[in-house]
């Protein structure tokens, strides 16, 4: 193979999980394969951490609503190091740390049917491997004051909650507003985080009033045990000035919280939607008519884009202390996946669940 | 009164209608009442045209979900000529042709709790009236190409019409884009109008062959007859170029259509939310949450600023063919304004239903 | 008097200074006036702090390029309490603090011929008198957090930096860009302030190692003395990752140093010109046709809009910490303006130079 | 070659001019080439047609600014059809019809220094060949309705005029806003048809009678003939309603004009800065601090990214009749390259000069 250029060795295998059937953890199969061929355009890294994320989850359980791969490597997230690079590669070069991009087509704009195609782990092999070759446009620098683990984190939780915040033009959070958080998860604590970087103002919800001493030491202006307040939506609003409510809200629950979240934003305030990790509830939801009663604009995003990412990674750079990502302090080896996956559906981790892969 | 200017001779009294119960039109009464004093910064207009609009049938019927003042004199929508102005103003002069906003505090920028309790009609005295004082901030010049009929359409069809389409800066509807209206009501036929003019493609829902027609004669690409296509949704979507749908919904029905609206959608697209002429179904109605699960953005507004009907009649000055309002034939007098509320009910009109006041 | 509220008794006369004549500091004379009557949508206001602008230098000079009412009340900015509001005022009520807009009749979008004929201190009658009366459209509630004083330094300097930073809605500072700023004047500082409330860096050129120490304090990243490096812009590409330049230059002196902002900035990087207090220059300025050459924006500015003020004083209460404005420990009296023009006119204050009105 | 797929024969050798040397046409060379071979993520493109620029002029001089291959293939438009493709190709496929970028790796968001070294024609081997190989990235499909001459207007001029009109965000041109055009070059003609097309008002200049006509047949509202009106920015205020001025000028000509577009455009309006084409000048050019003292924002451009050009493609196909690209009829063949360029630079073409390859 000469049509590439590196300066280290490259191992001939690869050890790797690859998702064999749809029986939850039993479908997760460790396994050895070859070094794939580097395409012109493409870049091989060497992964030395992986976060995890709910979508990892259910797509060895076939929950998973979008395309799976069968025998895919799973793996949403990962950071590491250029190995060697295709002969068009204008990106990177051997040694640089990188991070991943989920949807590694979505480079800019809108999502399209097309950019919607190529998720890590899901349509195409992801990142649970010692070594994968990625195009490089799929790619992003490792923020310099990140650490592989922390960079992990970024591709799925960072990048949601900072499109969540950011993404919609018009109604992005600047200094002086108010945003609600709910609880504990990846993408929430990046919310808050973000949000107070940039001089906004942060309400959270949480179930615990040990997670509300964490989410007041990532500088939560207010938290809300909303197990003590059921109806939390009226307390925030009590909370902001003129009692008129927040300007964003960040949702990651569904079911379960969305009423909460209409009655707790403003007028002409926004509700960006980003998943239902709080599972199923009686309660009727919301209707999108309701964005008209109550006046307001509800938002669903996936993700983001590589320059969203690439804008995320600055403001990291640019704020070390104050944007580090939160990671649970039991860290996984590469043997010990499915480990980490029980972790992460137990609930009991406080920050994002890490993979780190020894070479 | 000397604390102001005038050009012509001020009648002592002004014929009015006021909304007295609420049972219905019996409620509405014609009555005589004194000029108001002028205030300051106020403007006293001779009303000459009024548009009616759904907002005005149900607020005699006490089926307005915001505050009424009791004895209000109703209309949402006016055109008219500046008779004398307060002192302190500088925005008008006498001989000023002028149009009202529906919000007369809705200056610029998000609506407010403030901003929102000052409607014509509902909170304040409104337009059915020979003669009324208003804020000069709560008045905007009427397009030089526009007779007072034509202008009395867009304070509340055409503003609402023209933010749904650009209201969201991030997402304001561009020239090749496709927009979907619902129907032949005011909001919908502005709609496609400034659709058009902007150089974006239309698709429209109808419920005859002739209204079809008149929506074609008015520049539609498409039009769907959603009694024949009851699942007009998919239909939509595969007269998009690769079938991923519309960039905008301009919602007006609102339980009946909203699941066929999120049918028809693009990925990443809007559906404006403005109203709910369509009336109860009993179907369920999309929840929030499939903002996400569709990913698209679901935005509820009401009206609009003044900022933005100068924008609007800007663009109606400057597009003087492609730009007239749709005003339906039949023109009432003051004294019949019950017969206009009633022909409005019946939904036999084809355009704006409008008042003309004689003097 | 009865058409307006008051909780207070309202003295008869008003200590003020006029600007009679274009002979500097001589044309100031301390006088007194009556109470102006007040208007129905007119608010009087005790004023209890004014702070001093290069603005007001030049104005008795006759150096001011816009039109001057002779006789004028000076002052551009000020803070003090509602005595009194007029009868159609909605705003505000008697014992509201508020805070005074330079341009009375800018309240949102583009400045217009009209919204720019209504300056205090320049027009219309300013700030530097016992009471004046104001439209209730020309004030903003004083934030939280702020004295009198510190609100006083808001209208121009605070306002004009905070429009220089996110007034153009597709390039606003954002979390992680570079931004530049010059010296240590009242806009300079607001905007290192505002940049580093956001989450961006800043670099900041001065003119002495005290001065340098003085903008560290106040959060700069990096600072440049200018004397000791005179082709400064090379500079401040190389203190940016990968030497492409900084986002944004917030261009205060103008002929001195436009030639080394152009060279800072990075592509499709923007310079917001806000004045030109650095004076005239041999040296050419770079021309308009060089924002084509070096491809950036440049941006002319003037103030800002109410809207804009009411955001910015959002971000103030939300980061009481970050966003004190700095005030120059020696505060002069009413007495004692022409003292006050005077040492504003040395240079040697730093922070604003303002006036404490007693009662 | 077995890692492409294709549905035709592949031919062995390009056609294709070089540039050898900077004694202008002397330097054009008419030769041969072997196909390149084919990236992974590359795309063959039999080309079809080619339109010139003033850029392509200037390269064989030795007077373009940025850096030019040695030997390279000159130009920078060109449309044609996709013979085969890379394995690893996802947005093309062969028989599809194609139209370069100029800045291959421009794909969004702002212009880079790495974005802006893949220029064709001047960095990297561009269109005047029969067959060329084109990563995916650099590659648009071309609009439905246009020819292959047509298409290949569109990367410069068509892509620029778009940039200029509707690149700045919070700046982009709307319906009722005015826009001034200068003369009946390329970018200018493209900029009165955009900005027609989305319902904004034209004047433009022009220096005949004749070119007047031509202008007017395009659909500017009113033409101004810059020789007989020297001081034509006070006749633009004129022409506008209140004589504020216009709200965007697409500044083309450069040292000779630009100080008539300042006086023309209105407060908070905008320059778009494109070029220099009407050469030097004995003026003085405005400097960058007239941004402030006349109000306006100068944005320099260059050409615009792929997302930009793919939205422009969308509004073309959306309006095929208003939208047409005007080609001069003086169609040259790929032998007669200089005689192409000598017309070019004579000035007497009306339209853009293109160039068809015959097979």
Redesign the interface.
């Known amino acids: 193979m000469t049509h590439f250029t590196t300066t280290q060795s490259i191992p001939k295998i690869t050890k790797q999980w690859i998702v064999d059937g749809q029986n939850g953890l039993d479908s997760l199969k460790y396994t050895e394969g070859p070094i794939p061929d580097l395409?012109?355009?493409?870049v091989l890294v060497k992964i030395h951490a992986v976060s995890l994320n709910y979508r990892d989850l259910i797509i060895p359980q076939g929950k998973y609503?979008w395309p799976v791969k069968p025998g895919v490597v799973p793996g949403s997230d990962g950071a590491g190091i250029v190995l060697a690079v295709?002969?068009?590669v204008?990106?990177f070069q051997p040694g640089d740390k990188v991070v991943t991009m989920l949807n590694q087509?979505h480079?800019?704009?809108?999502?399209?049917?097309?950019s919607?195609k190529?998720g890590l782990g899901g349509s195409v092999d992801g990142t649970l491997r010692t070594i994968g070759a990625f195009?490089e446009?799929g790619l992003v620098p490792v923020p310099e004051c990140l650490t592989y683990i922390e960079a992990a984190t970024l591709p799925c939780a960072g990048l949601t909650a900072w499109n969540a915040l950011?993404g919609?033009?018009?109604?992005?959070v600047?200094?002086?507003?108010y945003v609600l958080t709910q609880g504990t998860g990846g993408v929430s604590i990046f919310a808050l985080q973000?949000a107070k970087?940039?001089?906004?103002?942060v309400i959270a919800t949480t179930s615990s009033n040990e997670k509300a001493l964490f989410l007041q030491r990532l500088g939560a202006d207010h938290v809300i045990n909303y197990r003590e307040t059921p109806d939390w939506g009226s307390r925030v609003k009590q909370l902001t000035?003129?009692g008129?409510g927040v300007d964003l809200v960040v949702?990651v629950a569904?079911?379960t919280t969305?009423k909460q979240s209409?009655a707790s934003v403003k007028?002409?305030g926004t509700?960006s939607?980003?998943?239902?990790v709080g599972g199923e509830s009686k309660e009727?939801?919301?209707?999108?008519?309701?964005?008209?009663?109550?006046?307001?604009?509800?938002?669903?995003?996936?993700v983001g884009s590589r320059?969203q990412m690439e804008?995320?990674?600055?403001?990291?750079?640019?704020?070390p202390d104050?944007l580090h990502p939160v990671v649970d302090p039991r860290v996984f080896k590469l043997s010990q996946v499915k480990e980490a996956y029980e972790y992460l559906a137990s609930g009991k981790h406080q920050g994002k669940v890490c993979v780190e892969i020894e070479h």
């Open positions: 395409g012109d355009t493409q609503p295709g002969k068009n204008t990106r087509l480079i800019a704009g809108p999502v399209t049917n097309q919607n190529h195009d446009q950011f919609l033009s018009g109604k992005a600047t200094a002086g507003q973000f970087a940039v001089g906004a103002r000035p003129g008129v949702e569904g079911p969305l209409a007028l002409d509700i939607v980003v998943g239902f009727t939801m919301p209707s999108l008519l309701d964005t008209w009663i109550n006046l307001f604009t509800a938002r669903g995003l996936w320059l804008d995320m990674c600055r403001a990291i750079e640019a704020n104050r």
